[in-house]
């Protein structure tokens, strides 16, 4: 049973960067058809930030567009997301979809 592990949340300034980390615990990424972020603020639903669809089709969030980028390394298994210029708006709790399987999160906190 694949169970992606996301890593790399953290607390920091506006304006500052962050990379998160998904790797799938018993499964591979290179046969995923899909992978994705998603995040949930609190009170709010769970939303798509960025995917990577068929291995070259790559969709984001209007908000993040041009601030965060998907990419994924076949070699060591692992999707990432790199998160640059934060704003406060983007405090979430981050989540990894592969294979159809949710991760347990990370949380990304931005604040001055």
């Known amino acids: 049973q694949v169970q992606p592990v996301e890593s790399g949340g953290g607390l920091v300034q506006p304006g500052e960067s962050l990379r998160l980390s998904c790797t799938p615990s018993?499964?591979?990424?290179?046969?995923?058809?899909?992978m994705s972020w998603h995040r949930q603020a609190p009170g709010k639903q769970r939303e798509l930030v960025a995917r990577i669809i068929a291995r070259d089709v790559i969709n984001y969030a209007d908000s993040v567009k041009g601030r965060f980028t998907v990419s994924r390394d076949y070699a060591s298994n692992t999707v990432y997301l790199q998160m640059n210029s934060l704003k406060p708006e983007d405090t979430a709790v981050y989540y990894c979809?592969?294979?159809?399987?949710w991760g347990q999160g990370t949380q990304v906190t931005v604040s001055s």
């Open positions: 018993g499964g591979s990424i290179g046969g995923a058809y899909a």
């Open positions: 979809n592969i294979y159809g399987a």
